[in-house]
Structure formats: structure tokens, C-alpha cells
């Protein structure tokens, strides 16, 4: 079993819908989650960063974690073509030394017109 | 513009050639990583180096070879021992040795030829 698992997709959704993007976790010890963001042919870019469980929201996106059901959620509010792209969650334990991220495979999202 | 920067873009390489791909930071970050990505998997981690002078074996590291001699720079060889190395390879770095926020390049495309 991955530690990390993420529905590769792809999704299509309407431009205006709300995307939900999901992954699941094993590991109880992730403390950080990330979402990136990876146009095709390009390296990721981070969207958002949360610490421990609860809500992050910034702009027409919002994270959630719930650490009780090792569940992390990235919410797009009125999509855009422009949000089409791949979507990676990432997650790390907290130590004193080197924090190994762990990333699902990612999920392909198409937002059409 | 601080950011991190890979090249070439693209390469191709002939059975048993070694490449070397490059990637240089201005970003004044302590810690570099070497990521490959496959078609729907994840980021698999191949080297990863905290500070000058000194770099550790992620989960991929047979047939890939690595030098930090500088701090801006982490540039990572495929050698002829590595016996599938066509992937998009993805060079990141991050602030601390323990930073979990990580910025990527944008990718070199290896191809076997």
C-alpha cells in the first residue's frame, strides 16, 4: 500500500464548477500538506501549504486536512480553463532534521469552456 | 529573479552514454533534491543533498550519480547502469535542511535513443 494516495483522474468539469481534489494518507506522523500545481511539460508550483489539521484558504482555492481520518482535501472555487492542469498533494512528517515529502501520483484535471 | 534553474530541456541519449543534467539555484537555499516522474506515479526521490559537500541516496538512486561542490549547484548524472532513464527529471530545492516547502525547476525531458 502507498503512503500516499491520490485518484489520478482525469476529471472534467464545466468552467464555473467547484473541483474537489482528494488524497489519502497511512502515515499519522505527516504533519504538512501541500498542494502543487503542474502545467504540462513544467516543473510543480506550490498552491498551498497547511501545518496540522483545519482550513487554509487563499483566493478561489481552499485546503483542508482532517487528520482524524488521514484525509486531505484542495477545494477550486469557480474554475477556470486556466486551472487545467495536474495536481499533486505532498506531505512530510515534523522532525528536528531532513523532512522526506512524500507526493500521490497526481491528478488530472480539465476544466473545458 | 531568485528561482531554480534546469538545463537543457531536453536530451537525448544513446545505450550506454552517461548524461549529465544541470541545475542551479540563486535562491540561497540550504537543501537540493532530485525527483523523477514517470507517468502516473508520484515524484520518486533520487538524491537529495542538505548541505555542500554532502548528499544522501533516496529511493532511486542506482544508476544515478550526484556532486555538491557548490551551493547553487546540485547537477545529477544518469549513467549507462541505469537501465531505464527515459523519465522528466525535476530538480527542487528548499530553505532549510528541514524545510518541507519546496520549489521546483522545470524539468528536463531524458529520451533514450
Known amino acids: 500500500q502507498k503512503e500516499v494516495e491520490q485518484d489520478p483522474g482525469p476529471l472534467s468539469v464545466p468552467e464555473g464548477a467547484i473541483v474537489s481534489l482528494n488524497c489519502t494518507y497511512s502515515?499519522?506522523?505527516?504533519?504538512?500538506f501541500m498542494w502543487y500545481r503542474q502545467y504540462s511539460r513544467k516543473g510543480p508550483e506550490l498552491l498551498m501549504y497547511?501545518?496540522?489539521?483545519g482550513n487554509k484558504e487563499d483566493g478561489r482555492f481552499t485546503a483542508q486536512v482532517d487528520k482524524s481520518s488521514k484525509y486531505i482535501s484542495l477545494f477550486i472555487r469557480d474554475s477556470q480553463p486556466s486551472d487545467s492542469a495536474t495536481y499533486l498533494c505532498?506531505?512530510?512528517?515534523?522532525?528536528?532534521?531532513?523532512?522526506?515529502?512524500?507526493f500521490g501520483a497526481g491528478t488530472r484535471l480539465a476544466v473545458h469552456p | 529573479d531568485g528561482g531554480i534553474t534546469q538545463s537543457p530541456k531536453y536530451l537525448f541519449r544513446k545505450e550506454g552514454q552517461n548524461v549529465t543534467l544541470s541545475c542551479e539555484q540563486n535562491?540561497?537555499?540550504?537543501?537540493m533534491y532530485w525527483y523523477r516522474q514517470d507517468p502516473g506515479q508520484g515524484l520518486r526521490l533520487i538524491y537529495y543533498?542538505?548541505?555542500?559537500?554532502?548528499?544522501q541516496k533516496g529511493d532511486i538512486a542506482e544508476g544515478y550519480s550526484v556532486s555538491r561542490e557548490k551551493k547553487e549547484s546540485f547537477p545529477l548524472t544518469v549513467t549507462s547502469a541505469q537501465k531505464n532513464p527515459t523519465a522528466f527529471y525535476l530538480c527542487?530545492?528548499?530553505?532549510?535542511?528541514?524545510?518541507?516547502?519546496?520549489?521546483f525547476g522545470q524539468g528536463t525531458r531524458l529520451t533514450v535513443v
Open positions: 543533498s542538505q548541505i555542500v559537500n554532502d548528499f
Open positions: 535562491l540561497n537555499h540550504d537543501a
Open positions: 502515515n499519522s506522523a505527516f504533519q504538512y
Open positions: 497547511t501545518y496540522s489539521s
Open positions: 505532498a506531505m512530510s512528517p515534523f522532525s528536528g532534521g531532513y523532512n522526506k515529502l512524500i
Open positions: 527542487a530545492s528548499t530553505l532549510g535542511q528541514g524545510g518541507t516547502e519546496a520549489f
